[in-house]
């Protein structure tokens, strides 16, 4: 767990470096599109948390 957590923090400052190095011009590690699309995905993850929460009832 702890090695997880670790390499997790890692790739954060890497993408925290992308984006301050990147901030003159547009890259695709521009902060808005990065939110936007995690933003998208944790909404589909949700989606199919839903979708399993209510498939677990039909037995």
Known sequence: MRFKQRNLVWKINIFCKHIK???????????????KMTRE????????????KNNNYQF
């Open 21 to 35: 190095a990147g901030a003159g011009k547009r890259n695709p590690f521009d902060y808005a599109r990065v939110k």
């Open 41 to 52: 995905l944790i909404r589909k993850q949700r989606l199919e948390a839903k979708a399993n």
